[in-house]
């Protein structure tokens, strides 16, 4: 299987972005400054913070071991472990949609049909949605600063959770089929869509979203308690329940702006509530690049290491070309 060129050059489109985007911001509030205050974060600190990512991206293999399973399509440890983390140097492609192409990477090299690969990604993107949500509104209970602006979002991302509701009923997935089937593109199709829609019933039933709930939950809740710890060490100690909806919220606003990586929107998210609360605009924009440097591109560079180390054995042909 070989990687879409528009991939690779959209991948490095973004990257190009994410310089200019900083260099716009390191302009605005002034590099000295934001460096200034960056360097006043203790340097063995990052291995706390580090350390609060990993323990993120452990968790959320975990669940995607899980659901491998679950649909009886399960793979060996090191193979599992292998794509899962390659795949993250896809998280900067819009909507996180280059995902989709370990859906793809399971049925060409290890023959899992899309019917099962795609519920899973899909299910992943859901209930990591679904958590920094529930991170969110948790986070407004503890929130003294204004909420101008994020209310009708925040209500909108709310109705989520009742799509999910509505999906478990067979009379609508079945709803959905034939409607999708009356496409003439879909038609032939339709055993596939069907068979896509049972293996998504299967990882959104009641058991696995208690799962994949608690699971998800903790899995970002470790972020959230990495902007709280960075905003302490840099002497601006915040309430937990504040850095929790300073982060989840920035979180949705990148997501829903399908952005790549959630880039400028989450930092500009962060940055502006961080300053409701009366932090500098310097040291909010320094907390904003040292928390996105541990959750998005500390995952990219996971995701180039573990690519680059297994490419030859996740990228080969099946067995039977």
């Known amino acids: 299987m070989k990687i879409p060129s528009k991939l690779i050059s959209r ?22 400054n934001i460096t200034a205050e960056a360097k006043r974060f203790p340097a063995m600190s990052l291995f706390i913070l580090g350390g609060l990512s990993f323990v993120n ?29 390659a795949i993250y140097v896809m998280v900067i492609t819009p909507g996180k949609i280059g995902e989709i192409f370990k859906a793809g990477i399971l049925r060409e090299r290890f023959k899992t049909p899309l019917a099962k690969g795609i519920p899973i990604v899909v299910a992943e993107r859901i209930y990591d949605f679904l958590a920094v949500l529930i991170l969110a ?3 407004i209970f503890f ?26 009923k067979d009379s609508i997935r079945r709803a959905l089929v034939s409607k999708a089937a009356n496409n003439s593109l ?48 840099l002497g601006f100690p915040i309430q937990l329940g504040e850095a929790t909806f300073v982060y989840a919220a920035g979180t ?6 399908f952005l790549p990586g959630g880039l400028g929107g989450t930092e500009a998210t962060i940055i502006w509530l961080l300053g409701t609360l009366n932090i500098t605009g310097a040291t909010a924009a320094a907390v904003a690049l040292l928390v996105r440097l541990f959750t998005l591109w500390l995952a990219v560079v996971i995701g180039l290491i573990f690519f680059l180390s297994a490419r030859k054995d996740l990228l080969k042909e099946p067995p039977n070309h």
């Open 11 to 32: 991948s490095f489109a973004v990257i190009v972005f994410s310089i200019a985007l900083y260099t716009i911001l390191a302009l605005f509030f002034g590099w000295e």
């Open 143 to 168: 929130w003294p600063g204004s909420m101008t602006g994020m209310t009708t979002g925040l209500v909108a991302a709310c109705g989520i959770p009742v799509i999910l509701f509505l999906f478990q």
């Open 57 to 85: 991206y452990f968790l959320r293999f975990w669940r995607w071991h899980v659901y491998l399973k679950t649909l009886d399509s399960p793979l060996p440890l090191k193979q599992s472990i292998n794509l899962y983390f």
């Open 252 to 257: 949705l606003v990148g997501s829903l702006s």
């Open 186 to 233: 879909l038609a032939k199709h339709r055993v596939g869509l069907e068979e896509s829609m049972s293996s998504m019933s299967i990882l959104l039933s009641p058991g696995q979203t208690t799962f994949s709930i608690i699971l998800s939950t903790l899995a970002w809740l470790c972020e959230c308690l990495g902007l709280w710890f960075v905003c302490r060490e």
């Open 137 to 139: 509104v948790v986070g």
